[in-house]
């Protein structure tokens, strides 16, 4: 028999890279979009769509089938600029309960929400799933509303229903242009001028995509799973990419004080202009954060996830930018 799936998130970098898995794995797929979203790539997969948003349960009522198998809730608000934190609690907690208030109403069995190692917070040292979380008292909105969003999300297992809650790290792959994707581009128009002093855990899309399909039957219920990779410096990571992408000026990793710095008079210039700043405090915080090692190995031993070289992630990414005709390669 075949399964069902509704997908919320499906235009974004890892909506895309599940529903096309899921596809291929078989499953009939229904896609939440919204009215102004991009549909040239979710129009490529023999899936329907239905138009709606998640912070509006209406339109979540309507659109999720009847008796549906799964639900996978990966939409999120990922901004780290302090003016759109209204914006970000109503899509990460509020929008979260939406959907598990949507589920439970059309009978879903299982949910499986995306959340983030930012869940954790201001956290040091070897994280695992049994690290207490500090994301709800942290300063950084993205890290607090992710933290409350997946409270909200556990709160379905009261109702009967299974939720297992996902927590990538850095993701890199096909399908990204506007994440860590969207360094390619700032490298070719030579406006990434210093690299942050931090380090990333890197996961391949395709295999936090597959631990997701995974957690549906293997996954234990209430549990939270870390899927990260390897770890490396920020400035190598974009180093990489330069590399690949065939770029000769490589940033030089900036010091911490300085990106923070930088971060403040961005945020001050973005009060004259409305445009979102490249550089907050907060993206200065999180990605000049050293000594935080996050591992993977609960996904690993219950889902299988896999762990593959940054080179292959980023590799990946380019390769598909250059076949959508999104980046030109360098002679």
Known sequence: MTKTAFVTGGTGFIGLNLVELLV?????????????????????????????????????????????????????????????????????????????????SRGVGTLIHTSSISAWGRVSGTITEETPMLGKDSWINYERSKHLGELEALKGMDRGMKVV?????????????????????????????AAPP??????????????????????????????????????????EIARVSGVEKVPKKAPGFVLKLFGRLSVMAAAWTGKEPDVTPETAEVTSQTGTHFSSEKAMRELGYGSRPVEVAVKDNYEWLVEEGLLAPLA
């Open 165 to 193: 809650v996902m927590n990538p790290a850095a993701v890199a792959g096909p399908y990204d242009a506007t994440t860590w994707g969207r360094i390619f581009f700032l490298m070719r128009e030579n406006v990434l001028t």
């Open 198 to 239: 931090g380090t990333i855990t890197v996961g391949h899309v395709h295999e936090v995509v597959a631990a997701h399909l995974a957690a549906v039957t293997k996954g234990a219920n209430g549990e939270r799973y870390i899927l990260g990779g390897p770890e490396i410096d920020t400035a190598d990571f974009i180093a």
């Open 24 to 104: 291929r794995e078989g499953w009939d797929v229904t896609a939440l979009h919204r009215p102004t979203s991009n549909l040239r790539y979710l129009n490529r997969f023999p899936i329907e769509l239905t138009e709606g948003s998640i912070t509006e349960p209406e339109s979540l009522a309507r659109g999720i089938p009847q008796g549906t198998d799964v639900v996978f809730h990966v939409a999120g608000d990922t901004s780290f600029w302090s003016k759109q934190n209204t914006r970000q609690n109503a899509i990460n907690i509020d929008g979260t309960r939406n959907v598990v208030e949507a589920a439970i």
